[in-house]
């Protein structure tokens, strides 16, 4: 069955970096994009990026253009979003997606 499960999320201060994993199972991974997603507290879930099969990055949110970068590697079934002067704002669960199937989120709290 088809499992997706997002990890390397915590407290960090404003300015400051993590990175994000989605590790993605029972499905031919290299062949499809995956999507990352964000919910900040009391909003809706939004697109934050897409990661296309060959690793291009498509459809950055605006408010995170020049500051996070998704990435993956197809040896390791795994999609990456490299996420850097991180601010308060970028507060959120962060999850992945491929079509209807979505993990169950890594919490991102950016703080000081």
């Known amino acids: 069955q088809v499992q997706l499960v997002e990890s390397g999320g915590g407290l960090v201060q404003p300015g400051g970096s993590l990175r994000l994993s989605c590790k993605a199972s029972g499905f031919s991974f290299s062949s499809y994009a995956m999507d990352w997603y964000r919910q900040p507290p009391g909003k809706e879930r939004e697109l934050v990026a897409t990661i296309t099969s060959f690793g291009t990055v498509t459809n950055y949110a605006d408010s995170v253009k020049g500051r996070f970068t998704g990435s993956r590697d197809n040896a390791k079934d795994t999609v990456y979003l490299q996420m850097d002067s991180l601010k308060p704002e970028d507060t959120a669960v962060y999850y992945c997606?491929?079509?209807?199937?979505w993990g169950r989120g890594t919490q991102v709290t950016v703080s000081s």
């Open positions: 997606r491929w079509f209807a199937y």
